[in-house]
């Protein structure tokens, strides 16, 4: 188990810049997109999402994401989906782990706190990991903490690396 830790720091620095990228140029990518279409061209889409274009907000009924906008709220609520999921698409592409063939090789899920630890394993043998915790703050918030690969492939072809720390309203 210590290489995939051993992996998953030596990523930890790149990643961390290419989130901070991303929170950095969020407005200009939202702008592009306002001309482009919701889905940022080329290698841009590493700044956002690739299971959903710039407003899938909408489609997956995220709250306070509307249909139907344009000009500024557009382009604010783009910003946001940016921001929202930071670098998602190059955690996919370039740091995430293929879904074809992986299996769980060990799980503990506890309640009290929301604990989740996975072992995964790729087709070839690759090992990888996935801890998430929910930690309950007050007024129905949670600080939600992720790190490792997602253990759930959202773009269906990778589970993409995973660094999160935030608030988390339940």
């Known amino acids: 188990m ?10 930890l620095p790149a990643n961390l810049a290419f989130v901070l990228l991303s929170y950095a140029l969020s407005p200009l990518l939202a702008a592009l997109s306002l001309v482009t279409g919701p889905r940022l061209p ?10 959903a274009s710039l407003d899938g907000g909408i489609s997956q009924r995220v709250k306070g994401y509307r249909a139907g906008l344009s ?3 557009l382009w604010w609520q783009r910003t946001c989906w940016i921001c ?5 698409g190059w955690q996919s592409e370039l740091l995430g782990m293929p879904a074809a063939g992986s299996v769980v090789v060990r799980q503990v899920i506890s ?7 996975y072992v995964m394993q790729t087709a070839k043998g690759v090992r ?18 992720w790190f490792g690969w997602v253990n759930k492939a959202y773009d269906g072809r990778n589970h993409h690396y995973a660094f999160q720390i935030g608030p988390k309203r339940v």
């Open 84 to 88: 929202r999921n930071p670098a998602h």
């Open 71 to 73: 000009g500024w709220r």
């Open 42 to 51: 080329g290698i841009l889409q590493w700044f956002s999402t690739l299971d």
């Open 111 to 117: 309640d009290t706190p929301k604990n989740q630890w």
């Open 2 to 11: 210590i290489w995939p830790i051993a992996r998953y720091l030596a990523y």
């Open 128 to 145: 990888f990991f996935c801890w998430k915790r929910d930690q309950p703050l007050f007024g129905g918030f949670y600080l939600k903490l």
